[in-house]
């Protein structure tokens, strides 16, 4: 099976910009998490989707937003890039989304905001 | 979802036997206690998962004592390749909670010494 993939890998935007971000899980897989890691507060859930309901959101401003199309595929944007929001975005799947089940994770996306 | 405590950082020469303990004191009947491995710039890895006694597989063991408040994860012969971020999680692999995101907490930096 293929594993998580996410496009781009690397972005860069200046401040003001809003960015989109995309994901493709796991065939198979119905649930999708993102992720944001920065060094200085390590990895932080952003929200998770399963069939294309956004089930839960971490605490982020709602400059934060995402979806899930019905093939799973799922898509994050970012609306008014802050110099903040430089970090490494990560994606991750698993088949139903609880909170003991193996979370599969793509290489991320690497995001720098000048 | 049950807390984990973990230590911040650990060193190991190559060649030594690393184990690096979890405390989840509040786990629930139904969870079960799960590993994962991040490499810098990487997402995290599953490394092995357990819920009592003892699972071994091809890269760790998993030792959970019998009252399940903690577990160790033992990397036997580490090379420097395992210096990584190793992070404890606990959960049910079915149960959602709406109001409890996945956390993955600081982790455990360890790094193997030539």
């Keep these: ?114 | 979802l049950a807390k984990t405590t973990q230590p911040i950082s650990m060193d190991s020469y190559e060649g030594q036997e690393v184990n690096i303990t979890c405390s989840h004191n509040n786990i629930a009947t139904n969870d079960y206690i799960t590993w994962y491995q991040q490499f810098p710039s990487q997402g995290p890895r599953f490394i092995i998962q357990g819920y009592k006694t003892k699972v071994t597989n091809e890269v760790a063991s998993l030792f959970i004592p019998a009252d399940r408040k903690s577990s160790t994860l033992s990397l036997p012969r580490v090379s420097l390749s395992d210096t990584a971020v190793y992070y404890c999680l606990v959960g049910d692999f079915l149960s959602y909670s709406g109001n409890t995101p996945l956390v993955f907490g600081k982790g455990t930096r360890l790094s193997v010494i030539a």
């Design chain 1, 1 to 114: 099976k293929a594993g998580v993939t996410q496009t781009p890998r690397y972005l860069i935007k200046t401040r003001g910009q809003q960015v989109t971000l995309s994901c493709s899980p796991i065939s198979g897989h119905r649930s999708v998490s993102w992720y944001q890691q920065t060094p200085g507060q390590g990895l932080q859930f952003l929200f998770e989707y399963f069939s294309e309901t956004q089930r839960n959101k971490g605490n982020f401003p709602g400059r934060f937003s995402g979806r899930q199309f019905s093939n799973s595929r799922s898509e994050m944007n970012v609306s008014t890039l802050e110099l903040g929001d430089s970090a490494l975005y990560l994606c991750a799947s698993s088949p139903f989304g609880g909170t003991g089940d193996t979370q599969y994770f793509g290489p991320g996306t690497r995001l720098t905001v000048l």
